[in-house]
């Protein structure tokens, strides 16, 4: 099924400037993962882990050749490697024109001010263009939820697990080998955006239901 997106950024007003100016910060996987718990919409324990495993169970074998069950263990099993959790991550809220899209205010904890992307197809070719210019590969896509009890398999940084489903997130992935927090320069935005109160976001949608703002 097809559908009209808009991207909106939510964040601190003493950031906006500099989003506005197109210097995007880039935080790494780990960063997310390494948060605070009481950060509760920007904390994920899990961000950029590589698998999620499902175990029926764990045991170790004795002196004698029987098997030992060892207890205590929790599902998921969660894998890491430095590859994903050092990529770094663009972050935006993802909105579309389906009837049930519905924005959670729980996203207000992520600022006081939101900038809505008018000109999608714009924004994403000077992000590739700011990223050419660095050697710095980039994909994209929404972030897909997924059970926590019953994934098994490959997660990266385009899978969470389904409590953080009403971020409902839309991610640029980089590539950059730089194991840190960076900035894309790419340039002026303020031609292709739309500023407001975050506040404000859901009755904007729903006035204008995927409309160029």
């Known amino acids: 099924m097809s559908c009209s997106v808009a991207l909106v950024k939510i964040l601190p007003e003493n950031f906006l400037e500099d989003f506005l100016n197109g210097s995007l910060y880039l935080n790494t996987c780990a ?3 390494q948060l605070d718990q009481s950060d509760i919409v920007r904390s994920d324990p899990h961000d950029g882990a590589t698998e999620a495993r499902q175990i029926l169970e764990v045991a170790i074998k004795d002196s004698i050749g029987n098997w030992i069950p060892i207890s205590g263990v929790e599902n998921p099993i969660i894998s890491r490697s430095d590859e994903i959790s050092n990529l770094n991550i663009l972050c935006f809220y993802m909105m579309t024109d389906l009837p049930k899209d519905e924005f959670d205010e729980r996203n207000l904890e992520f ?6 992307i008018s000109n ?7 992000v590739n263009r700011a990223a050419a210019s660095s050697n710095w590969v980039v994909t994209k896509g929404p972030v897909e939820y997924v059970e926590r009890n019953a994934h ?5 940084p385009f899978r969470k697990f389904k409590n953080y489903s009403y ?7 980089f590539a950059t ?6 900035r894309l320069e790419v340039g002026n935005l303020r031609d292709i955006v739309y500023v407001t109160s975050s506040s404000k976001v859901a009755s904007i949608w729903k006035a204008t239901r995927g409309s160029n703002f």
């Open 31 to 33: 960063y997310f993962s």
């Open 111 to 116: 600022g006081n001010v939101a900038v809505f």
């Open 152 to 156: 098994n398999g490959f997660m990266g």
């Open 167 to 173: 971020q409902r997130e839309f991610r640029f992935v």
């Open 177 to 182: 080998e730089k194991r840190m927090p960076i």
């Open 120 to 126: 999608l197809s714009d924004f994403i070719q000077r």
